[in-house]
């Protein structure tokens, strides 16, 4: 008899034409309307289900961002984007101020800018004839390229920055 009496959230069409008017969407029949009303309000209490039984498994009485996700994510939905639940707080009078974390520049700075040394670049040949045999060549052919060049520049690029910082 309980289950008689329980009353659920139930989308109207009038919901779904709406929504589907925001997306572009014009020209839906009204059995397409009361399809999608009661497909997604099964979907609706499907997640509710989901989210309550987390919430019951894990002890808590608070739903957050996190239980929602993880209840969508066994739908094989994509996440919401929502605030986390970790977020820290600090209440002054009627002021909440959240926690930014603090950021060395310097460090920050030196770690990304900092220049690795390119490997020698060189260009070998090796010399086959038709019969698929190799010809012995007393000197192979080799190009190197100027690494002086490039690390100059990179230099003369940060110098300036890199002169504030220090």
Not at 60 to 70: G, S, Y
């Amino acid at each position: 008899m309980q289950d008689e009496n329980r009353k659920f959230a139930v989308f109207s069409q009038e919901s779904i034409r709406n929504y589907a008017e925001t997306l572009g969407i014009t020209d839906l029949t009204s059995t397409i309307k009361q399809s999608l009303a009661e497909d997604v309000s099964y979907r609706v209490r499907e997640l509710v289900s989901n989210c309550t039984q987390f919430l019951r498994h894990t002890r808590r009485t608070k739903l957050t961002a996190n239980v929602l996700n993880r209840a969508i994510y066994w739908n094989h939905s994509p996440a919401i984007i929502g605030s986390e639940s970790g977020s820290n707080f600090k209440q002054l009078s009627d002021v909440n101020l959240a926690f930014d974390s603090n950021i060395n520049l310097k460090e920050a700075f030196e770690e990304d800018t900092k220049l690795k040394q390119a490997p020698r670049a060189s260009i070998s040949t090796i010399d086959i004839t038709c019969d698929m045999e190799r010809i012995d060549l007393s000197t192979e052919n080799e190009v190197e390229s100027d690494q002086g060049t490039m690390e100059n520049s990179a230099a003369t690029k940060y110098q300036p920055i890199h002169q504030v910082l220090h």
